[in-house]
T-cell receptor, first 113, second 112 residues
């Protein structure tokens, strides 16, 4: 059974701090990794994608990938109350149908003013 | 603007009723997906379709049915055989070659 594991949280950080969200995956062949943000009652929206080992930065967001450790993370710098949401990690279903993703259950982030 | 529309936003079903959730996309995407999300849970795949007139069961297909007669449309029917259908239903699509999935706004289904 392919799995994507995330700490469910809630993760609480003060405004302006760095929030660190972690995700591990079971299928060593996975090649594509995505972070989605989901506000309460809304649908997920893509915020980051990463395909190669290392870091990828986009504004206040940095995705980090370590395929050897089967670990992907998302750092949010200068956290704002508007970042309070559930963050879903998704990994391509390697060996399954092309385009299918496997989602973690999400980490709920709370940024306190 | 390109995107996915889902309707209705809220849907109430009586016991024993079949209901159909609409999903339409104008992104020219080949693949479309239906997920179910329960509180505190991740997304569970119900059905997916990679091409018109073809679809595959996901992890929790029992009690659901779909059709894919047009590239733009992928309706989901929740049948009376689905014993616990109250959930948030999300439709998604992805372009040729896969990659990230784009989500519609969702339909919240409640059984009365």
């Amino acid at each position: 059974q392919k799995e994507v594991e995330q700490n469910s949280g809630p993760l609480s950080v003060p405004e302006g701090a760095i929030a660190s969200l972690n995700c591990t995956y079971s299928d060593r062949g996975s090649q594509s990794f995505f972070w989605y943000r989901q506000y309460s009652g809304k649908s997920p929206e893509l915020i980051m994608s990463i395909y190669s080992n290392g870091d990828k930065e986009d504004g206040r967001f940095t995705a980090q990938l370590n395929k050897a450790s089967q670990y992907v993370s998302l750092l949010i710098r200068d956290s704002q109350p508007s970042d309070s949401a559930t963050y879903l990690c998704a990994v391509n279903d390697y060996g399954g149908s092309q385009g299918n993703l496997i989602f973690g259950k999400g980490t709920k982030l709370s940024v306190k003013p | 603007d390109g995107g996915i529309t889902q309707s209705p936003k809220y849907l109430f079903r009586k016991e024993g009723q079949n209901v159909t959730l609409s999903c339409e996309q104008n992104l020219n995407h080949d693949a479309m997906y239906w997920y179910r999300q329960d509180p505190g849970q991740g997304l569970r795949l119900i059905y997916y379709s990679q091409i018109v007139n073809d679809f595959q069961k996901g992890d929790i297909a029992e009690g659901y049915s779909v059709s894919r007669e047009k590239k733009e449309s992928f309706p989901l029917t929740v049948t009376s055989a689905q014993k616990n259908p109250t959930a948030f239903y999300l439709c998604a699509s992805t372009g040729q070659g896969g990659g990230w999935q784009f989500f519609g706004p969702g339909t919240r289904l409640t059984v009365l």
